[in-house]
């Protein structure tokens, strides 16, 4: 495989499009976030904790929600999470099992509820936003890929 040269990395630079591309899709990145965090609160609950649980509930069948399983999802540290699923079991959102030397979380009723509920208002939310996030998302991707461009 070629080395690249001076000539085609310059080729590839960013372009004056790309920073207002990139610009665009992280304030509209942020604005969804934004939203989803009022909407946790507005449910009563801490955005991390919507987090949590959705993670919990969002893991593939073939995964056990364990402590670092769930660590390694929220990309948060392992005490971290614990002191996450200590606030979430104190407010009845996620209860802890012991199955051997496994820690698994699993959600109450209520996390359920107030999960199903949460998982509503950003479904929603992102029929409106979600065009939005994908035309800036393909503004950055149609301006660094010319599908024209022939490879070698």
């Known amino acids: 495989m070629a080395m690249a040269t001076k000539a085609d990395r310059s080729k590839r630079a960013a372009k004056e499009s790309d920073y207002r591309a990139l610009a665009e899709f992280r304030y509209h990145i942020g604005r969804y976030l934004d939203f989803s965090d009022q909407a946790a609160r507005a449910a009563g609950i801490e955005p991390r904790q919507y987090q949590l649980l959705l993670a919990i509930r969002g893991l ?15 990309r948060r540290h392992h005490h971290s999470t614990v ?28 996390g359920e509820r107030v999960l199903n509920q949460s998982v509503e208002e ?16 393909q503004q950055l991707t149609n301006t660094n890929h010319n599908p024209k461009r022939k490879r070698k």
């Open 122 to 137: 950003r479904l929603r939310e992102l029929r409106v936003a979600g065009p939005v996030l994908v035309k800036a998302l």
């Open 60 to 74: 593939p069948n073939t995964a056990e929600p364990t402590v670092g399983a769930l660590a390694q999802q929220l």
């Open 83 to 110: 002191e996450l699923i200590n606030r979430a079991e104190s407010n009845d959102l996620v209860r802890r099992s012991r199955v051997g030397s496994r820690v698994l979380v699993r959600l109450t009723p209520k």
